[in-house]
């Protein structure tokens, strides 16, 4: 049999060498392999090259993935490099033993490093060459450009997705989210149910970045950010280091960002009457101050154990203005301290691979607000919020079947809580310290049922099914259940299909029971029952007497890839949800929510409208109904190389930086202005197209027993932003070539209303828009000189962003046709149109 060798054969000075894997070929035919394998036949043998038999190995004709042979120039200069030195190419021995019978070479890809648990198909993959197109910084700005890709119709809210590193977890998605996308081999989005695989709920997609073996960098970026409209300028100073060497990796981290006020004056937002002058003390958006440190240190210990340390502090001071007494403006400060201590141990016991993650996180936060009475001193509310947890995670096979092994999942974990909270002075003050001790395990099966490779299977496709059940033991909350199971379907590589049910119970977090009481005074808030606006007094914090959600949800998923080497897929979930208890923050006061929480409101002896309880709570239930589908479509702007559309491909600056990444590889270069250096060129660049629509058929709410229920895509409202949109559009364009590119989103939004109670009066009618954010960057050496360019522009880029380009905002109008001052747009939208310049270095 043979053993695997890599090697690098590549084109300079553009420069994009691809990764080829090699395998030897056993004379009685090769075993099975993860993946299908590509053959070269060989070519006619020319004049003087050794016989057959020879140690110097007979000619063969290089071919690429798609079986297509590779450019005249390249194929002479590869077989040259064969004649040559053959060992370069296929390693040591002899040319004869390599080739195996036939003088053919067998090309074949064997089970990537990096690769997840499990055969879940991938939705999405990016290589480093989209990466690269997409002109993002790092792993946590890639988050952000591809959300829509990213996003799961099963979550709650807009939580990030579950992120593995090379196929494993980490202990926080902070260990990776500052590495630098120059870094990145490859990313695959896999759909919610691969997070069982990893002991997490199947409510949020996966995200497996895999690195590249060597890499090195340090990185200085400065950024700058203004609304074209004044106020609230910020900038931000970065700088990283990041050695990876196998499984050897060392990170270091700082950032500082200061954001100045924004004002209600400066967006000239209309006051009460008989208080214009009020804009002066109120803020929009505070001033604010963040320092962020982290470090992150990775290895091998004895016993073929990967281990992983990260700590992080970040410090966040802010200050605001909540209006005035007289002339003496009520001030708020805020201090917040938080600190992340995590590592991950990993290792092979066998057939069966473990991961034991451990963290400890800790937030501070200290308030301070002027008292609206004009007594001294402020008061205060403190919270210390507390966490420390460690889980074990076990996968692997437990009975070989004809399709495939029965596999388990198998994920235990203990948690230790708390959460200090005090606030006020004197007889307001009040002091509470819920904590929480969890004990969970989590069981999931996969079970394979048919096989494309076995008898049914070359008929049906590939068949599985899976099961999953957890179990939480709280301290506070008693046991909690969650069960799930589906099946998915793919009758060939080109249609995946997915049937998943669950059922969960979920608790609330410390937070929500017992966050300090936080009194803020003159927020603007609009009363739909007596259709007037005034200035009340909210109190937030937690309530005590939160009681657990429990979710029941069935998603029908498919996938196509219809043209074959194509990169266009496309993907329908249809999810359809209820929740019994689910917890919220409070709503909008409307005349149905007073009418189910009529406690909460506090009304003067005339009727108007004083303060709000805004502290969180449980509605009786919620239901929902969706249908999100999306197409995404990538390819380069041109002919590239045969057999790299798909290449794992680099892209370097020089030669000599090539072999300092890859030594001892072999490269080859194509004549400057060839065909084959024109369609290097075009290797790495890229177009990209995705849409995604979000279609809402149901979504209400009960607010509680006895009550109407709200309907939310028909005039009900639990937020200051309206009902729910019925529909909701995401659109991305891009292209990027010869190190310039752009980038350009759509988010469009239908309308929605919000409906009082009884006469039409008091409706509000909030109108349908669209917000476009243009991206445009430069990676500087390869358009001022490319590889003789200084070497100061090395490694520079500079971007110019221009966030919400026409500067629309939300539209709220009542039947008269007229904006009520909370409803004023630069209170939904305080920036509106932003501009920002941002310039990379990487030394």
Do not use: C
Request: charged letters at 20%; aromatic letters at 6%; proline letters at 7%.
């Amino acid at each position: 049999m043979g053993r695997t060798i890599r090697r690098l054969v590549g084109v300079i000075g553009g420069i994009v060498p691809a990764v080829v894997e090699a395998q030897q070929a056993s004379p009685a035919g090769s075993a099975k392999s993860d993946a299908a394998t590509t053959q070269s036949s060989p070519a006619a043998q020319p004049a003087g090259s050794p016989t057959p038999g020879q140690n110097s190995p007979a000619p063969v004709q290089f071919r690429g993935a798609d079986g297509k042979p590779l450019p005249p120039e390249i194929q002479r200069k590869l077989e040259e490099q064969l004649r040559n030195n053959p060992s370069a190419l296929l390693g040591n021995g002899s040319a004869q033993q390599q080739r195996g019978t036939g003088n053919d070479i067998l090309v074949t890809t064997r089970r990537a490093r990096g690769a997840v648990i499990g055969d879940v198909p991938p939705e999405r993959t990016f290589g480093p060459l989209d990466v690269r197109a997409l002109g993002a910084d790092n792993i946590g700005a890639l988050l952000d450009i591809l959300g829509p890709q990213l996003a799961s119709a099963r979550g709650r809210g807009d939580s990030d997705p579950v992120v593995l590193l090379n196929g494993r977890r980490v202990s926080s998605l902070l260990e990776v989210a500052r590495i630098p996308a120059e870094a990145i081999e490859r990313m695959e989005v896999f759909p919610e149910e691969l997070a069982l695989r990893y002991g997490y709920r199947a409510d949020q997609k996966v995200l497996n970045v895999v690195t590249l073996e060597r890499f090195r960098s340090r990185i200085g970026q400065l950024g700058l950010l203004a609304p074209t409209e004044g106020g609230r300028e910020s900038g931000t100073g970065k700088v990283d280091y990041l050695a990876i060497r196998g499984d050897t990796r060392l990170s270091l981290g700082a950032t500082y960002t200061r954001a100045a006020s924004l004002l209600e004056s400066a967006r000239s937002l209309r006051q009460f009457a008989d208080t214009p002058e009020l804009g002066q003390f109120r803020t929009l958006l505070p001033n604010s101050d963040q320092v962020t440190l982290e470090g992150m240190v990775s290895g091998q210990l004895p016993g073929d154990i990967a281990a992983t340390l990260n700590g992080r502090f970040e410090g966040t001071r802010t200050e605001s203005l909540l209006g005035a007494i007289g002339t003496r403006p009520l001030r708020r400060h805020s201090d917040r301290g938080v600190a992340h201590l995590g590592t991950t141990l990993s290792g092979r016991s066998g057939p069966w691979l473990w991961t034991v993650t451990a963290r400890h996180d800790r937030s501070t936060s200290n308030t301070r607000t002027d008292l609206g009475d004009g007594a001294a001193g402020r008061e205060p509310a403190r919270s210390t919020d507390a966490r420390t947890m460690a889980d074990l995670l076990l996968n692997g096979p437990i009975v070989p079947l004809p399709a495939g092994p029965l596999s388990a999942s198998a994920h235990a974990a203990v948690e230790v809580s708390t959460f200090d909270s005090r606030w006020g002075l004197g007889a307001t003050a009040g002091h509470v310290s819920p904590s929480r001790q969890r004990g969970a395990a989590q069981l999931d099966l996969d079970l394979p049922i048919f096989h494309r490779g076995d008898k049914h299977g070359a008929v049906l496709g590939n068949l599985s099914a899976n099961v999953n059940l957890a179990l939480e033991q709280l301290s506070d909350a008693g046991r909690l259940r969650s069960f799930g199971y589906g099946l998915r379907w793919s009758p060939s590589s080109a249609v995946g299909v997915i049937l998943s049910v669950a059922d969960d119970q979920t608790a609330p977090t410390l937070e929500q029971l017992g966050a300090p009481l936080l009194v803020t005074p003159n927020v603007r808030t609009f009363d739909l029952v007596r259709q007037e606006v005034v200035d009340t007094t909210r109190i937030f914090g937690g309530n005590a007497a939160l009681r657990a959600e429990d979710r029941h949800l069935v998603k029908l998923g498919v996938t196509l890839r219809p043209i074959p080497r194509t990169d266009l897929t496309l993907s329908i979930d249809y999810v359809a949800s209820r929740i019994d208890s689910p917890i919220a923050a409070f709503p909008i006061l409307t005349p149905q929510i007073e009418d189910a929480f009529p406690g909460r409101f506090t009304r003067r002896g005339d009727g108007v409208l004083s303060a709000i309880d805004g502290r969180p709570l449980n509605f009786a239930d919620a239901r929902q109904k969706q249908l999100r589908w999306g197409v995404n479509f990538v390819k380069p702007l041109g002919p590239v190389p045969p057999g790299l559309q798909n290449g794992n491909v680099r892209v370097f600056g020089s030669e000599a930086e090539a072999r300092r990444a890859f030594p001892g590889a072999v490269f080859t270069q194509a004549d400057p202005g060839s065909a084959a250096a024109r369609s290097i060129g075009n290797l790495s660049s890229r177009l990209f197209l995705s849409v995604y629509h979000n279609w809402y058929f149901e979504d209400s709410i009960l607010p509680r027993a006895g009550v109407a229920r709200l309907d939310l895509l028909d005039g009900g409202a639990v937020d200051v932003r309206g009902g729910r949109r019925r529909h909701e559009v995401e659109f991305q364009a891009g292209a990027f070539k010869r190190g310039l590119g752009a980038r350009m989103t759509v988010n469009w939004q239908s309308g929605t209303e919000i409906r009082g109670w009884g006469s039409a009066q008091g409706d509000l009618h909030f109108g349908g828009y669209a917000v476009v954010n243009l991206t445009v960057f430069a990676n500087l050496a390869e358009r001022l000189g490319g590889v003789h360019a200084p070497k100061w522009l090395k490694g520079a880029r500079a971007t110019l962003g221009i966030t919400n380009l026409f500067n629309t905002r939300p539209s709220v109008r009542d039947q008269a046709g007229n904006t009520p001052l909370s409803y004023q747009p630069a209170y939904l939208d305080p920036l509106g149109r932003m501009v920002s310049f941002t310039l990379r270095k990487s030394f």
